[in-house]
């Protein structure tokens, strides 16, 4: 499909890529101790760019790019603050602030799959750290449509054709969609990724021209094989209760490397 990779070698990220330059308010519940791993040691960083800090800064406490920001007293000491990245969308934001930063702007089309962390409690589908699969198309003219279509295709080409959409709020994408997908196994439809169009207050700042859009999408690596496999608890399958060599047989291939294949 024409992706190039990420580099996530990155566990530890900032607050200000894992979070503000994605127009997410510090006072957001997703930032709070409850759902993120902070450091101790090193607790913060020193290295950010001052200028689109700046930028950033200015987006979150008046507006911009016409909207009105959220009108609050934006804080560099939150931004400095070390975590457990939470989403390899932290990536992603340097990769587009990388491609901003060059003469000419070139349509991209990114892609990732690694490990992140959530301070969550564990449940039959959900665990404090797993694996996301990143996409991201940046260029002029694209919708909520081609969007769709990427995702149908994607999902297709690994056997799940059983798809949804529902309309979902994230703080740097609009519109915003949440994807399910049919679990055979549990009878139900289960969440599998989440996606959207970035906004304006998270593009413009990073000097992308005007029209050119993103659209983006974040997905469970582990969820899309339990559907595939029939696997109905996720301890099962990553964690100190995974099998190394499963009852039912398995293809050659981990579905990482033929998400990759697909992707690239």
Same mark, same amino acid.
């Given at each position: ?156 080409? /690994? ?44 593009? /413009? ?60």
């Amino acid at each position: 499909m024409g992706f190039s990779e990420m580099p996530t070698n990155m566990y530890v990220e900032s607050s200000f890529w894992n979070f503000d330059a994605l127009f997410q308010p510090q006072q957001h519940p997703a930032r709070d101790s409850h759902d993120t791993f902070f450091l101790k040691a090193p607790a913060t960083t020193t290295q950010l760019p001052d200028d689109y800090l700046e930028k950033v800064k200015q987006v979150h406490q008046s507006g911009g790019h016409g909207s009105k920001g959220y009108g609050y007293d934006w804080k560099r000491d939150e931004a400095e603050k070390n975590l457990l990245r939470t989403h390899t969308t932290a990536v992603s934001t340097r990769m587009l602030y990388k491609l901003a930063q060059e003469k000419t702007f070139a349509p991209k089309r990114y892609y990732s799959i690694d490990r992140v962390f959530r301070n969550e409690a564990v449940d039959r589908t959900h665990l404090a750290e797993f694996h996301q699969i990143e996409g991201l198309i940046c260029d002029y003219g694209l919708t909520l449509g081609d969007l769709i279509g990427v995702l149908e295709d994607f999902f297709s080409r /690994l056997g799940m054709s059983k798809l949804r959409f529902k309309p979902a709020y994230n703080p740097y994408t609009e519109p915003s969609m949440e994807i399910f997908s049919y679990h055979d196994g549990l009878k139900k439809w289960v969440e599998i990724g989440n996606s959207g169009m970035f906004r304006p207050e998270m593009l /413009l700042p990073m000097g992308l021209p005007e029209g050119v859009n993103v659209i983006a999408w974040g997905l469970s690596l582990e969820r899309p094989t339990m559907i595939l496999y029939g696997i109905d608890n996720i301890r099962d399958l990553f964690g100190p209760k995974g099998r190394l060599q499963p009852d039912q047989e398995q293809p050659d291939l981990p579905l990482g490397a033929v998400v990759s294949f697909f992707l690239m």
